[in-house]
């Protein structure tokens, strides 16, 4: 790109609604207000940010929504818009620190129903796939940008296991349409607001958007 410098990406964020034992999901709240923080903080010239939405805490049916999210950014890149990426928020509620999850894997196993009721055990994600060790990762570079956002001052790091719930659920299916789509997807576990603030939460999501849009 040399002398352009660096391109326009747009990033679309999801969260989620309330489930089993977790009555207030702190993701819900980020996403809610993820427009309005950074309107008010600022973002970088080169990074935009797109669709913020709050899916259901359910693996099948979450996935309508989820595939709209995730469509439209096709549908913008089509349309001559800046490259496209995804990142989902989910709450991880034994947590002390941030997480950047690496991978996700082809394996739903719900410890407790979803809000809709489905409760499956070592069902395949996506039969075609094959096994459900099968396993799907980021193209983005996650250990740079644990290390960039430690930098800045936060206690987060990689992971390789994002669970076998609903975040590992909507996860794979994000991972496998990036992967079709030639798109960037990431997943992010954030602790409950009792562990770490809402502010320092909101503060942690838009240095992540400034980390990524470095890299871009």
């Known amino acids: 790109m040399g002398s352009e410098g660096p391109s326009v990406v747009t990033v679309h964020v999801t ?3 309330k489930f089993h034992g977790v009555a207030e999901n702190p993701t819900e709240k980020i996403v809610g ?3 309005s923080f950074v309107e008010k903080k600022g973002l970088p010239k080169n990074l935009v940010l797109g669709s913020c939405t709050v899916l259901e805490t359910a693996g099948q049916g979450a996935l309508g929504t989820l595939y709209k999210v995730l469509e439209s950014a096709i549908a913008e890149r089509e349309n001559g818009s800046s490259a496209q990426g995804q990142i989902h928020f989910g709450v991880n509620s034994g947590a002390t620190r941030f997480a950047l999850e690496n991978q996700a894997v082809n394996e739903a196993t719900f410890r407790c129903p979803d809000e ?9 994600i ?3 796939d094959g096994a459900i060790s099968r396993t799907r990762e980021t193209t983005l570079p996650v250990n740079e940008l644990t290390k960039s956002l430690r930098k800045t001052g936060y206690d987060v790091m990689p992971s390789d296991d994002a669970g076998r719930f609903v975040c590992n659920y909507v996860y794979y299916h994000s991972l496998r349409f990036a992967e079709q789509h030639g798109i960037k997807s990431l997943f ?3 602790p409950l607001f009792l562990t770490i603030d809402e502010e320092v939460q909101m ?3 838009a240095s992540l958007l400034e980390a990524l849009a470095v890299l871009n």
């Open 15 to 17: 969260g989620f609604k």
């Open 33 to 35: 207000n993820l427009k």
């Open 188 to 190: 992010v576990h954030v």
């Open 116 to 124: 809709l009721g489905w409760k499956p055990q070592r069902v395949p």
């Open 126 to 128: 996506v039969p075609s």
């Open 203 to 205: 503060h942690f999501v």
